[in-house]
């Protein structure tokens, strides 16, 4: 199965030998590696560090998926910082020869009862133009998450239109959309080929009614249907990496004992192989 990759989102703290050594070790064919000096890479790599970080990469036979940066747009005025920061991260996606860099849109609101400030749209579509345009002059793309806001494929698609550019694609992120009650037949059908990438997740509901996201859990023990979403994704044409992001970093439900990478990563790659194993059958 080449088409496994994971987040380094968890692994805070670690070199990047350990890392492709754990991607080696589990069996992971990609990484999508998360800006930031704590995680190995960051905007503040000098060019010789870059070209050995890529050669680390290529020597061990592992694709850089993406970029996974922590850049959001709202379509306000503080997006002029995030800007800059995307425009950094963009010339290092360039130098890594990753497909891609993700961003966020919108607000990081988990509750209900919390007001968030309603999303200028006209300016948002401006605001992401410009970042397809400027990647595009590195030959780079724009990967937006379904998340927050925009985590469903019927917001997505009309934005994607709006957008209306050709580097301009998105990560569909399983849970996120299912959080909003979009079923997954709907969300894939609606972001059809520019769906170039996938988060592996699982989940349940949380009892409090006013938390819009979901509880966390180990992949196969929630109510996600990760294998339908693997067989409709497949016969939908995607050919794509799917990733484990495993967010240790954001979710106290996942920082216990048993959850570490060197536990979760070998499980999940297994347990993706026995769905692929039985789609051959």
Sequence with gaps: MKRLAFSTLPCEGWSLDEMIALAQTCGF????????????????????ERIVTLQ??????????????GVCFTGKA???????NFQKIIQL???LKAGGVRIFLGYFNNRSDNLVPVIPYPELVAQIKMACDYA???????WIETHNEFATGR???????DV???NCAVIYDIIHPLEEAELPSETIALLGSQCVHVHIKDGIPFDDPVELSWRYTKVADGEVPIASIVDQLEQAGYNGYYSLEWETTWRTELQVPGMEPSVIFPAYVAFMREIFHNRMK
């Design 93 to 95: 996606a360039h130098d």
């Design 78 to 84: 503080g997006d002029k910082e995030q800007f800059n």
């Design 56 to 69: 680390k990469f290529e020597q061990a036979d592992i694709c850089i998926t993406n970029i996974g940066s």
């Design 29 to 48: 064919s990609g990484m999508e590696l998360r800006e930031g000096e704590m995680w190995g890479i960051s905007t503040e790599m000098t060019l010789n």
């Design 164 to 166: 209306d550019r050709p």
């Design 155 to 161: 917001l997505l698609r009309k934005l994607l239109d």
């Design 136 to 142: 595009a002059d590195y030959g780079v793309e724009v």
